[in-house]
């Protein structure tokens, strides 16, 4: 069976202090500390395109597992911050990487759902086509488009790139997906004029109406209690968002992760980060990842452990 | 099985004549007619955007064949021309068309090799989450980034979408893939600055090189001989190239189909608009559509009639 069988992240070093903008933008630190729970936020260096991260990202997976790069016979890329909008970023890496020619390649263009459906369609597509080792990058750094004088995003996102190495030898396989969508609502997260708009009300109040019911839809036909669960891996929108939806379903506080204080939101790397911080910790062995944002989009996916 | 139901596509009304540029960029009939094989290119209007494109397929699908909207699992936009760069297009039409909240959406970044890769996506992935019925557009209006004044460019490509129905119930099934990446050559054709560029000669050298070994090998690899194929849907980038394509190969010219004389290389959709072209024609059995281009990439699938 296919699943995850290692994965890595490469965050750039520099870092934006929000303590340093709390006049700019009439904030305190109760704000940054509990609202957001973004302390600071990583930002890549104007040298450094999506695919150079991604290139970092798979250096540091390769420092933990051993990979013929002639071995890999698909690569997607999850962004909407490619290179060039005109090729994938995939052909990109194919071409810096020296993958070989039967490799296929291919871009998705999601936000903040993207690794989970990423994981969905990669999965899928390898077995369809009897493929053996696929990588599923997520690379999307805002810094490009966020306008540094706006208050509801430039605070909050910040970059990252990861990649997660599929195989038949998986040590997390993805037990079940649900997946949504509501169009209607595209507008509250947009990119204009190469500019970033977020309503971040918007957002937030469409997370809670609807992914909370979806977790615990997802939960049911499996036949699991959310006590069931270890680790629950919520996109890290903010910390509001994530402490919201975990009081909102109910979960034990103990169980929810968060971690981005001191890089911010990574939009479709927060999930694919939190794993790299489990996937050895055995006492975990049933993992809910759920990915929320652009479209607006949703998609949840149960992990389990494999013994 | 899954496979393709029905398909449609909408082509824009207006036309610009590439006889009426003879002039301009120092051509004759021959090369119009022979050469490119594109007399005239479709342009969609200034007000029309990718989504009304797609918007549009989707009406004709709908003249031909019965859908309710709520019935919908799963939409998917191949596309590198999208209405924005965020969100993804595939949730602008979620929202415009009313589909329900359980519908997955996303896009997918591709250029001439998007149809073929996109067929096997949609259908894998619908597989894989148990979906029953899935819409696959393409729709790349190059007209956004072409420049008027760009000979290797402005005659060739064409505005078009296209709409492919997925459901249990197919015409024709998926046998087979194949697909193939060429990164180290992505500059061939690159879209910067907002501008197309092409280098038509290399990727003429490219698909020359490639694509007729990969068909031939997934011939081979279904026990078939080139003869057994009724129809071959080469992508159609050129008449230049789908003749040297045929004549490398040694197809029988009457079973290689060329339609882009009066529209133009519509990338992504050039293939479905051929498989609208044979899906009621009983005589074809087994057909191969080949795409290639961005990427470097390129993608062949076996349709097989369902009988």
Redesign the interface.
Known sequence: MLGIEETAYYIPEKRVSNFNRKEKFGIGDEFIRNKIGVEEIAVKSDLENTSDMCIAAYKKLKEKIEINNQDID??IVVT???D?????T???????L??K???????????CS?FV?GL??I???M???KFKKGLLFTADPYSK?VDPADKNTSLLFGDAATVTLITENPVFIAQD??????????KD????NNT?YMNGRGIANFAIK?VPKDILALLERNNLEKEDIDKYLIHQGSKFIVDSLSKKIGLDESKVMYDISLYGNTVSSSIPILIEKIIKDESVDLALGSGFG????W?NVLLKRVR
Not at 101 to 111: R, T, V
């Open positions: 698909v690569v909407q911050n490619p060039y909008s005109i090729p994938q995939s052909a990109i890496l194919h071409g810096v020296g993958f020619d039967e490799c296929a390649s291919f871009d998705i263009s999601l936000g993207g459906y969905s369609v999965t899928s597509f077995k369809a086509n488009i997906f649900v997946f949504g969508t509501n169009g209607a609502c595209y997260l947009i990119c204009e970033l609807i652009v479209g607006l989009s998609a």
